[in-house]
């Protein structure tokens, strides 16, 4: 049983160390004064104070953080009508079929989306830039966050509900005061979900941005095809850190959610419920 255990903990270093050793290396070579990622010269911010004085690059983090947050919102509130929509469909056939809809954009390739979106913008005459980029991203973003949500709808108990109707609340005060606080865990991780696919994403959103508008993942290709150079890696580095953070957030969030709940729920008790 400990060889077994041990194989198992070797395999896992060893993948963890496939994943992660070029992301450290990167990080480590944008500290290299050298200005090269052969020799280790010595320790430098240069790189980070060119990319935080770069203001074309600041303007793009800008526009990639304003298209990331705000079409995660939208994107997190259809996904929330569409959820309540799902779990309200009583055929187990049209349930399942709803839900294959919903996770064709997930499985679909990202070059396969990025181009049916360029040639529905085209079509339909919208501009290339932030409209386009911002439809792109709530478009994909819509089924993550419904996968995200759905489940706390499916385990949440039909008699809260009935027991807030008969109470005589109204259908907004059921959907306010008892099933969204429910489902509240689901909603941020879908927001958070959807805002790192956001910031991650580069196929699609290189078919839909246009002249003179540019996100971070569109920025970093292009300067890479221009050559190594350690502004990139600082940069990177910049991103994955933030990346960190999310994923942090989204472990909390997590952490929240699989806390033992009490006889019976808050929203619930506010309804008048007795416990």
Do not use: C, W
């Amino acid at each position: 049983m400990r060889n077994k255990n041990g194989l198992a903990n070797l395999y896992l270093v060893l993948v963890f160390a496939v994943l992660y050793a070029p992301i450290l290396y990167l990080m480590y070579y944008s500290f290299n004064s050298g200005g090269t990622m052969h020799k280790f010269e010595g320790f430098t911010l240069d790189y980070y104070r060119e990319v935080l004085q770069d203001t074309r690059l600041m303007i793009i983090v800008i526009n990639t953080l304003v298209i990331a947050l705000l079409s995660s919102a939208i994107a997190t509130l259809i996904a929330i009508i569409g959820a309540l929509a799902i779990q309200r469909v009583r055929s187990r056939r049209a349930k399942n079929t709803l839900l294959s809809l919903n996770n064709v954009l997930i499985v679909s390739p990202d070059v396969i989306i990025g181009a049916s979106f360029l040639i529905l913008f085209t079509i339909v005459g919208i501009k290339l830039g932030f409209t386009s980029v911002l439809l792109s991203h709530v478009a994909f973003s819509v089924p993550i966050a419904v996968l995200m949500i759905l489940p706390h709808l499916q385990e949440m108990s039909p008699t809260l509900t009935d027991a807030a109707r008969d109470l005589g609340a109204s259908r907004r005060d059921v959907l306010t005061k008892v099933v969204l606080p429910i489902i509240k865990p689901g909603i941020f991780s879908g927001f958070f979900m959807a805002l790192t696919y956001s910031l991650d994403d580069f196929a699609v959103t290189f078919f839909v941005t246009g002249n003179g508008y540019s996100t971070l993942s569109v920025e970093i290709y292009s300067r890479a095809r221009q050559g190594v150079s350690l502004s990139i890696n600082a940069l990177s580095t910049l991103i994955f850190l933030f990346t960190i953070l999310l994923v942090i957030g989204y472990y909390f969030l997590n952490r929240r959610k699989n806390r033992p709940a009490g006889p019976l729920s808050e929203p619930a008790a506010e309804m008048g419920v007795p416990r």
